[in-house]
């Protein structure tokens, strides 16, 4: 699927955006290098954000989870972005990345990936995707094996179908209307709670969350979308095979469905290095920023040297 990159992109909701531009404020208002670009789709505009210092050096791909945004990642596109080359997105349907039909699948977004990291001149980098982000990172590399140099999974899970269990996949394509009888308030607050251990991580995921505050709808019909579009991926049954280095991080007190359990055998199955990461809940990387940066860098380090 073909899409045009451009600067400023015309049609985005004012209030959702000045909702965003509150949380975080913006890049540019911190002083920050990064530049927002978009990528036309025939579902819906990409916003993603850029920062190429050295077209030589790596560039570390940010990927958000579920419900989450490009602000899942600001400690750690803040402590890189003079380091690397950072691209960070929000996903399609996902806050900026709005208005978006949910007519999609898992091997779209890798493509949509692809040409705007084309677009962008940024070949074989280091993807790193955090829990729905690690499984569209396993579906890109189904997709172009030869185009990445490492993979880094935060708090996700292997895509295989041999993996999951029928139910499991089952409950996957029926999420939504679990999501829709939850009010929003108490959603707020398990949303919140349940993927973060500091006080830091819960309030970012509630303001990521927050974005969908005035349509909370809209909020269960994008989690019950993406449940739907990883299950399909999954009962595809493809080889989902890791065709780089790769590295598994995992919160010690990760709530997130069986993630924890799915790293050990992950880890187990294909011998890919598993740390974990103390005190620390389904978004690792917001809990414990700094020990997550630390093994990003020497995973770029080891990288480098192959």
């Given at each position: ?19 965003v ?21 025939p ?31 600001e400690?750690?596109?803040?402590y ?12 399609p ?72 269990t ?62 739907k ?25 990760d ?46 380090s ?5």
């Amino acid at each position: 699927m073909n899409g045009n990159t451009k600067s400023k992109v015309a049609g985005i909701d004012e209030q959702m955006r000045s909702s965003v531009n509150r949380s975080t404020g913006w890049f540019m208002e911190r002083g920050r290098k990064m530049t927002e670009n978009s990528y036309k789709t025939p579902c819906g505009c990409i916003h993603y954000f850029v920062n190429i210092i050295d077209k030589q050096k790596i560039t570390l791909v940010f990927l958000p989870g579920l419900t989450a945004d490009h602000r899942l990642f600001e400690k750690q596109t803040e402590y890189f972005e003079k380091k690397q080359n950072v691209f960070v997105w929000d996903a399609p349907s996902h806050a900026l990345s709005r208005p978006f039909t949910n007519n999609y699948s898992l091997s779209d977004m890798a493509e949509w990936l692809y040409e705007i990291l084309a677009k962008e001149e940024i070949y074989n980098p280091i993807i790193i995707g955090q829990s729905m982000g690690g499984y569209l990172a396993q579906m890109y590399m189904e997709l172009y094996p030869d185009k990445i140099k490492g993979f880094i999974s935060i708090d996700s899970a292997p895509l295989q179908k041999s993996y999951m269990t029928a139910m499991e996949i089952w409950l996957l394509e029926r999420a939504e209307p679990l999501y829709k009888i939850y009010p929003w308030k108490a959603l707020l607050r398990a949303g919140s709670r349940g993927c973060a251990e500091t006080d830091y991580g819960q309030n970012l995921m509630r303001k990521m969350m927050m974005s969908y505050d005035s349509d909370p709808k809209e909020y269960a019909r994008l989690a019950g979308f993406g449940y739907k579009m990883l299950a399909e991926a999954i009962k595809a049954d493809l080889p989902y095979h890791i065709s780089c280095p790769a590295l598994l991080i995992c919160g010690e007190k990760d709530k997130a469905g069986s993630a924890k359990s799915y790293n050990k055998k992950w880890h187990q199955r294909e011998g890919i290095p598993l740390k974990w990461i103390k005190n620390a809940g389904h978004n690792s990387n917001t809990d414990q920023p700094d020990e997550v940066n630390r093994l990003i860098e020497k995973f770029i380090s080891e990288v480098e040297c192959i």
